[in-house]
Structure formats: structure tokens, C-alpha cells
């Protein structure tokens, strides 16, 4: 009776925790396995071992140097001419970390988007038509429809279909993180990376990309790295928290906020981190 | 209201920090009026010795550009001299053009490579030998030029073996460190993010190099070829020793001909200042002048477009 609840509560807490997945509605579509990272000696990620839900939206938050955005960019092998990734990643059942993989390929269907927006230097229609014209699809009348579908889904057609000739580089902060968007997704990808894409952008613009993410989880896999612990809250179905390149829980987002399993995790979301 | 005072002066006083400061910028202003002054005194020298072939000796501007011989010492069959410099423009032309043509490619695929596809191997050993290449003296390649390339061309094509083809070789491997060093600065100068853009899409690395990071370099890369050009141009020592030095029209790439620095490095010493065939050579300094303040004046445009972009 007279038990500390802090010490209770520190006694029932656990040192890791990461649920694997089991919704029928939304199959596990990628998963790492043991998966390190080294940054030439220094290991970076000590095994990252999550599952994807496909058709959901997963955070992944933590304080900054956890090693977020390494695990993430090894995901779709943006690492590889960086670090050394050692483990498994299993999209739909194929390891895509082997050596024998096309990552030209891999990356069609698992796609990035960056904390910077980063257009080219070409006009907006360049910019979506790029990675399709690198695939050969050069028809006009095929690209002008992928162009008009990529921005509205982008939710950018109504602010740039006037302007498509214009170079890109005039667009907003906002508006140019949502054309990366609509770049990444004229492909159709299957999944989209996401590393704290709303970081340079001002609250409203940051509102605009997180109702374009809410409406993109129809037909893509998002995994978002965010510092906002609001925005993962209100856009992710599960949270991932990584600590000192560790993954220290993985739930959904509501356990993840209401009710964390690990101590640094609750310390984390309510702020007494550090 | 004392103190409001002591303070006013205080803070009007001139301190040693601001004395210091006057004399910092009256020292690097004197240095820069005095630069400014050299310039516009070398421009300005050129210029009225170079005039004087139109004014005094009352040569027309237009027989000495299209004039297609070069005699200053005769007079013509019409009675005039003959200063026709269009061989000689011609020829410098023809070398910087060919150069820069041949030095393109191998500047811009050795900078690809530094840069893009092996940066270790590039940083250890290509940007080295590039910067030792840039630093031997013009005379080196004008020797290696007369001992090798010379020969070989006779070899080849017949002739003496001078002529544009030995230049536009001696020309080339002398252009290509600066345009290499300049290439790799105009790629490194891309932003990282562009490449992770497009290696994101799918794309292969050549296709990043070819589609992204070039197009995005092009403005860089233009300013080193005109720069190498600037260079090939101006290049007189070693143009000098394969080219031939026969002041005719350019009538095939194996020809002994010449260029305007050429028929200057010959011709200055054995002329008497003030005299015509001084004066003509003045003239080919004037040219060449002037069409190294265009080549300043391109690489300036490149510049400007590139920023706007
Ligand atoms: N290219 C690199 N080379 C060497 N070390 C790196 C590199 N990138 C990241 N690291 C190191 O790996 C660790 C994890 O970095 P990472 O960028 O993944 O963290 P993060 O969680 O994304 O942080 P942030 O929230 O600040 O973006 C850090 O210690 C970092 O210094
Ligand atoms: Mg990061």
C-alpha cells in the first residue's frame, strides 16, 4: 500500500518492447530483421527488427543522433554507398538487402521523400515527368495524365496547373515538399519513406501535408520519420521509438502515447526526456 | 545629465579599434587604386600603340581584319603595306576552338570520375596530377611538343609536321587541367540533395550524372571550357614552337602557320618602336586584348545565367 508508484511503476515497466503485427486488414508488407548499421567502424543501428502495415501510416521518433534516419534510408538502400547494412529487409516476402537485388528497381517501389525539400532545378512538369521518362514513358499524353493525377493526389494541382512550365525552384517551401510528394508517388511506389518532411515547413503548410499523407495511406505504405510527437500522434496508426540507435518500443501510436511499456518512452513522449 | 554627457563623448571618442579600421581600409584601397591604375595603364598603352597602325600609318581597319597577307616591312601591290592579320586570327581561332573541342570530353569524364564515381581514388590521385599538370611551365610542353608531337605528325600526315594539328595537341593536354580542376569544382558545387533526389526516384547513377548532376553543372562547366579557351588563346610559348610560324592562311591542320601570339613572340624583338611593322604587331596585342576581355566577358554571362537559374 505505502509502495512508491513511481517504483511500482518502474518495476512493471520493461526494458524493450515490440509487438509484431497481426490486423488482417493490413498485412505486413515490409519488416527488418536484425538489422545493423555501420557507419565505417561505428555501428550506428543496433538491430532494428519492426513490421510494416501496408496501407497504414508508421512513425518513427526519437531523439535526434537515435538513428532514425538511418534506419529509414536503409530501407530503400540509400545507404549503401554510406554505411554497411547488415540483416534482413523483407518487402512482400523478398529480402531487398542482398547484393543480387536492382536497387534502380527496389527504389521504384519504395520510395523517398526528404526532410529538405529537393526539386530540381526543371519545371514542375519535368520534375514529376523525370523518374517516368527514365522508365521510357515518354508519351505526352500519358505523362500529362500522371503529371495531373500525381498533383492532385499531392493536393498541389490547384495551386500550380497554370504554372506547370514554370521552374520549380519558385514554389514555396510547402508547395515544394508537396511536388517531391507527387514526384515520388507519379511512379507508384508501394511504399514511401518519409524523413521529417514537414521539419522546414510553417504550421499551416505542415497541416496541408499531413492531410496529404492521411489521404495517400489509401494507396501507399507510409513510413515517417517526425520529431513532432503531435503530428505522429495524429497521422500514425503505429509508433516506432528509437533511442541511441536501438528501437525501444513499437505499438500503436495510442499505447505508444497513452500508455508506454518502457520507461525512456514514456519519459520521452511526456517530455522529461534527457 | 553629467553622465549622459561623459558617456556621448565616450562613445564619440575615436578608439584605437577605430583608428585601426580607417587604416585597414585606406591600406587595401590604395592597393586596389593602384591595381586599377596598372590595368587601365596596360589597356591604354595597347590601345594608342596598337590605333597607331590606323592612325598614323593610315592602314584600314578593315584590310588589316580581312587583309590575307602578312608583310609589314613591303608594300603591296596596291601600294599599301601589307598587314593583313586575318591569317593569324584565323589561326588562333582555329587552335583554341580545336582544343577546346578535344579537351571537353576528357576534362569533363575525368571530373565525372573524381567526382561522381570513385572520389577516393580521385582525391588521391587524379586531383594531384592535375594540380602538378596546371604548374609545369608552358615552355615544357612547347619542348615536348617540338621532341614528340612534331615528329609524330610528320610521321602521320607528311610535311614538316608543324602546324594546327601539333598546336591543337600541345594545346589540349595543356587546357585540360585547368578545365579538369575547373569541371570537378562546377560538379562538386551541386548540391548533394539533387543526386539523393534522383537516386531516390530509381534512377542509376549515370543516369543522375547525365540527367541531374550535369544539367544542374552546366553553367560551371561552360565558364571552365571558356576558360580553357581564354587560355589556349592567350598561350604563346609553346603554340610558338610546333606551329611553324609561317604567317599564311591556314590551308589544312598540317600546314605551318601562325597565331597572333606566335607572330608577336617572333616578331617583337626585331622590330624598331614606331615604325609600321611595330606598330601592326601593337595592333595584334589589341586584338588579343580585346578578345580576352570577351572571354571575361562570356564567363561573366555564364555566370549571371547560372545564378538567375
Ligand atoms: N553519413 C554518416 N556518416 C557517419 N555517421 C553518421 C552519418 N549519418 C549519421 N551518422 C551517425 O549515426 C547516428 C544516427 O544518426 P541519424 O541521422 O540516423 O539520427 P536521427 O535519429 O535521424 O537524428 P535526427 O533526428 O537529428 O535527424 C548519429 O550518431 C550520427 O552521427
Ligand atoms: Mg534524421
Known sequence: MFVNNDV????????????????????????????????????????????????????????SGSGKSTYLR?????????????????????????????????????????????????????????????????????????????????????????????????????????????????????????????????????????????????????IIVTHNMQQAARISEYTAFFNQGRVLEYDTTSHIFTNPSVQVTSDYVSGNFG | MKTTEQLEAKLKRRSKAAKLEIWGRLVSLTALMLIVAVVVAIIGFVASKGIATFTSNHVSLWDFLSGKSWNPGVNGANGKPEVGALPMIVGSFLITILSAIVATPFAIGTAVFMNEISPNKGAKILQPVTELLVGIPSVVYGFIGLSVVVPTTRAIFGGSGFGILSGTCVLFVMILPTVTSMSADALRAVPRYYREASLALGATQWQTIYKVVLRAATPGLMTAVVFGMARAFGEALAVQMVIGNAAL?????????????????????????????????????????????VFNLIIRLIGRKGRLQ
Open chain 1, 8 to 63: 511500482k511503476n518502474a518495476m512493471a515497466m520493461e526494458e524493450r518492447h515490440v509487438i509484431k503485427l497481426s490486423d488482417p486488414d493490413h498485412p505486413v508488407i515490409l519488416s527488418t530483421e536484425d538489422l545493423h548499421v555501420y557507419y565505417g567502424k561505428k555501428e550506428a543501428l543496433f538491430e532494428g527488427d519492426l513490421e510494416f502495415a501496408s496501407n497504414q501510416i508508421s512513425a518513427l521518433i526519437g531523439p
Open chain 2, 249 to 293: 592562311m591556314p590551308n589544312s591542320l598540317v600546314s605551318p602557320s601562325s597565331t597572333l601570339t606566335s607572330v608577336l613572340t617572333t616578331g617583337i624583338g626585331n622590330t624598331v618602336m614606331g615604325s609600321l611593322q611595330n606598330n601592326a604587331l601593337w595592333s595584334l596585342a589589341l586584338v588579343l586584348l580585346f578578345m580576352s576581355l
Open chain 1, 74 to 222: 536503409s530501407l530503400n538502400r540509400m545507404n549503401d554507398r554510406i554505411a554497411t547494412v547488415t540483416g534482413k529487409i523483407m518487402y512482400r516476402g523478398v529480402d531487398i538487402n542482398q547484393p543480387s537485388i536492382d536497387v534502380y528497381e527496389m527504389r521504384r517501389r519504395v520510395g523517398m521523400v526528404f526532410q529538405r525539400p529537393n526539386p530540381f532545378a526543371k519545371s514542375i512538369y519535368d520534375n514529376i515527368a523525370f523518374a517516368l521518362r527514365l522508365r521510357g514513358v515518354t508519351g505526352k499524353h500519358k505523362l500529362d495524365e500522371i503529371v495531373e493525377t500525381s498533383l492532385k493526389q499531392a493536393a498541389l494541382w490547384d495551386q500550380v496547373k497554370d504554372d506547370l512550365n514554370k521552374s520549380a525552384l519558385a514554389l514555396s517551401g510547402g508547395q515544394a515538399q508537396r511536388l517531391c510528394i507527387a514526384r515520388a508517388i507519379a511512379i507508384k511506389p508501394d511504399i514511401l519513406l518519409l524523413d521529417e518532411p514537414a521539419s522546414a515547413l510553417d504550421p499551416v503548410s505542415t497541416g496541408q501535408l499531413e492531410d496529404t499523407l492521411l489521404s495517400l495511406k489509401e494507396h501507399y505504405t507510409i
